[in-house]
């Protein structure tokens, strides 16, 4: 039902101290809570089942993923997200460039999805999204320091990352 992670690092940075996040899935809460095995059978309420309402989205979604989705468009999405996400760290915009590599990441899932990448692409495709997740993470802590970490309480702490 949970899931605990801890973060060592963010965007190839070192975090000091270490934090954690705990997750619940709400689905599998509601499965143990009902007595189900299949989450398309939980209640939604009391005339319908969550499959009632969203199976048909998952299979189309699925469908499409593993299917139907344009590998052409998705490895130029891939390239054209990936750009603008540099020029963007350029610009010290690194919030909207962060949104482009999630977008890379999207863009790659989708692509590995309709298993478009090999397993040597793969590794290069991964090293590209990290590279932008790094850039970012290096421009916001960069604007943060900047700013004198103005959210911290201990002003005479460093930021988050560890030295």
């Given at each position: 039902?949970?899931?605990?992670?801890?973060?060592?690092?963010?965007?190839?940075?070192?975090?000091?101290?270490?934090?954690?996040?705990?997750?619940?899935?709400?689905?599998?809460?509601?499965?143990?809570?009902?007595?189900?095995?299949?989450?398309?059978?939980?209640?939604?309420?009391?005339?319908?089942?969550?499959?009632?309402?969203?199976?048909?989205?998952?299979?189309?979604?699925?469908?499409?993923?593993?299917?139907?989705?344009?590998?052409?468009?998705?490895q130029k999405l891939f390239d054209m997200y990936e750009a603008e996400s540099l020029r963007l760290v350029e610009e010290g915009l690194v919030l909207p460039a962060y949104d482009y590599c999630l977008k890379c990441s999207h863009a790659f899932n989708m692509l590995d999805?309709?298993?478009?990448?090999?397993?040597?692409?793969?590794?290069?495709?991964?090293?590209?999204?990290?590279?932008?997740?790094?850039?970012?993470?290096?421009?916001?802590?960069?604007?943060?320091?900047?700013?004198?970490?103005?959210?911290?309480?201990?002003?005479?702490?460093?930021?988050?990352?560890?030295?």
């Amino acid at each position: 039902i949970t899931q605990f992670t801890y973060f060592q690092q963010a965007g190839g940075i070192d975090l000091s101290p270490v934090s954690g996040e705990l997750t619940y899935g709400a689905e599998r809460i509601c499965m143990y809570l009902q007595g189900v095995d299949n989450v398309y059978d939980l209640k939604w309420n009391k005339e319908m089942k969550y499959g009632d309402i969203h199976l048909a989205t998952e299979q189309q979604h699925s469908k499409y993923n593993f299917e139907s989705a344009d590998v052409e468009m998705f490895q130029k999405l891939f390239d054209m997200y990936e750009a603008e996400s540099l020029r963007l760290v350029e610009e010290g915009l690194v919030l909207p460039a962060y949104d482009y590599c999630l977008k890379c990441s999207h863009a790659f899932n989708m692509l590995d999805a309709r298993g478009a990448i090999s397993v040597a692409e793969r590794t290069g495709f991964i090293g590209r999204v990290r590279n932008l997740a790094r850039k970012c993470a290096e421009g916001y802590l960069a604007g943060r320091e900047e700013l004198g970490f103005p959210l911290l309480k201990d002003k005479n702490k460093k930021g988050v990352a560890s030295e």
